[in-house]
């Protein structure tokens, strides 16, 4: 049976933006520089829709179909660039002896679960989609990313970054991409784009936060710590709480994120500040989350990404946003509070214009 797929346009969504590695290839971080042409070459594959290998084969009939299970199978890339090489743990096996297999594995389930227990989604697609992580891909690959059908997760270099499975909040950002291309389908461009990242991120830190029962207040709300080498440790790719602050230092850079439309991003670089520009509704998620903690915040997020549709901009997504906190207000699933915290969050980051 072939993979179910969705009519909405996939795009490669990668964890780690392109200007990160960029400044850390011109200070001639080697492996940065071939992540980089890697993903330009994987960038092109898609934009193809088929993958080399051995031969020309279609993406859609490049291995396990749709079950309806929503079973996991994990895939050793063996430091190459082919996807599905070899099948190394599926859906109710044990661990093995590969603690990056067992760490996609365990956390991809985590994330399903969360999913289907917390808000009733079954899995990627709501139809039981199986999900398909392949890890080790890549030499030194400082990346991880949705494709549009499956999960790709690189070992990094050691130094700078470390296995890019070994990170809960990283697995459950890249998957909720697939989630959002199931839903709205949002562009990944501009604002749209920024919200496509925006919700990733959310879930990212919402489900972290629910497995390691933390409230809003002990929470880091970092995203990618877990996969900082020795050499960035400490730093982080984001921070929801404060944007703009995550990382700053020689190689990578310093955090370019705003926290307030005032300083929005007016660039082409980055899809147009995808990466960049989330951290306006980011903080905005924190303001709400930290007045009624971020299990009913990403309740509230969860519905509105229904209401989403393709092209979808920052002042549409504030409506929409309270639309949805009326509706679970008036159900009782929400403070009746959260109406005016959102507001006010929305206020305080500028928005809408």
């Given at each position: 049976?072939?993979k179910k797929?969705?009519s909405?346009?996939?795009?490669?969504?990668f964890?780690v933006?392109?200007y990160?590695?960029?400044?850390?290839a011109?200070n001639?971080v080697?492996a940065a520089?071939?992540?980089?042409a890697k993903?330009?070459?994987?960038?092109?594959?898609?934009?193809l829709?088929e993958y080399d290998?051995n031969?020309?084969?279609?993406?859609?009939d490049?291995?396990?179909g749709?079950?309806g299970?929503?079973?996991?199978?994990?895939y050793?890339?063996?430091?190459?660039t082919t996807?599905?090489?070899n099948e190394?743990?599926k859906e109710g096996e044990?661990s093995?002896?590969d603690?990056?297999a067992?760490h996609a594995?365990?956390y991809?389930g985590i994330?399903?679960d969360?999913?289907k227990?917390?808000?009733h989604r079954d899995?990627?697609?709501?139809?039981?989609?199986?999900?398909?992580l392949?890890v080790?891909y890549?030499?030194?690959?400082?990346n991880?990313f949705?494709d549009?059908?499956e999960?790709v997760?690189?070992d990094?270099?050691?130094?700078?970054f470390?296995?890019?499975?070994?990170?809960l909040?990283v697995?459950?950002?890249?998957?909720?991409h697939?989630?959002t291309?199931?839903?709205?389908?949002?562009?990944y461009n501009?604002?749209s784009?920024a919200?496509?990242e925006?919700?990733?991120?959310v879930?990212g830190?919402?489900?972290k936060q629910?497995?390691?029962?933390?409230?809003?207040e002990?929470a880091?709300?970092?995203?990618g710590?877990?996969i900082?080498?020795?050499?960035?440790?400490?730093?982080?790719?984001r921070?929801?709480?404060?944007?703009?602050t995550?990382y700053?230092?020689?190689l990578?850079?310093?955090d370019?994120?705003p926290d307030h439309?005032?300083n929005y991003?007016h660039?082409?670089?980055?899809?147009n500040?995808?990466?960049?520009?989330s951290?306006i509704?980011?903080?905005?998620?924190?303001?709400?989350?930290?007045?009624?903690?971020?299990d009913?915040a990403?309740?509230i997020?969860?519905?509105?990404?229904q209401?989403?549709?393709?092209?979808?901009?920052?002042?549409?997504?504030?409506?929409?946003?309270?639309?949805?906190?009326q509706k679970?207000?008036?159900?009782?699933?929400v403070p009746e509070?959260?109406?005016?915290i959102?507001?006010s969050?929305?206020?305080?980051v500028g928005l809408p214009?």
């Amino acid at each position: 049976m072939h993979k179910k797929t969705c009519s909405n346009k996939k795009c490669q969504c990668f964890i780690v933006p392109n200007y990160i590695l960029e400044n850390l290839a011109q200070n001639e971080v080697e492996a940065a520089r071939i992540s980089l042409a890697k993903s330009r070459q994987m960038r092109r594959r898609r934009a193809l829709k088929e993958y080399d290998i051995n031969g020309v084969v279609s993406l859609t009939d490049a291995g396990p179909g749709h079950r309806g299970e929503s079973a996991r199978h994990v895939y050793d890339c063996k430091g190459g660039t082919t996807l599905r090489v070899n099948e190394v743990l599926k859906e109710g096996e044990r661990s093995i002896g590969d603690p990056v297999a067992n760490h996609a594995y365990d956390y991809s389930g985590i994330v399903r679960d969360y999913f289907k227990n917390v808000l009733h989604r079954d899995s990627i697609d709501n139809e039981g989609l199986d999900l398909i992580l392949n890890v080790h891909y890549g030499d030194d690959y400082t990346n991880a990313f949705w494709d549009g059908d499956e999960m790709v997760f690189g070992d990094g270099d050691g130094e700078m970054f470390i296995s890019f499975a070994n990170s809960l909040d990283v697995v459950g950002h890249e998957l909720t991409h697939g989630i959002t291309q199931f839903t709205s389908g949002l562009e990944y461009n501009g604002q749209s784009g920024a919200l496509n990242e925006h919700l990733s991120d959310v879930f990212g830190i919402a489900i972290k936060q629910y497995h390691l029962q933390q409230t809003a207040e002990d929470a880091d709300w970092l995203i990618g710590a877990d996969i900082m080498g020795p050499t960035l440790k400490g730093q982080a790719l984001r921070s929801m709480k404060a944007p703009g602050t995550a990382y700053d230092n020689k190689l990578m850079g310093k955090d370019p994120q705003p926290d307030h439309m005032r300083n929005y991003f007016h660039g082409e670089r980055d899809n147009n500040g995808v990466h960049i520009n989330s951290g306006i509704p980011n903080k905005a998620f924190y303001l709400v989350a930290k007045e009624i903690e971020t299990d009913k915040a990403a309740l509230i997020w969860y519905h509105a990404m229904q209401s989403l549709y393709a092209t979808t901009k920052f002042n549409q997504f504030v409506q929409i946003v309270i639309k949805a906190a009326q509706k679970l207000v008036d159900s009782g699933d929400v403070p009746e509070k959260a109406i005016k915290i959102v507001e006010s969050a929305f206020k305080a980051v500028g928005l809408p214009e």
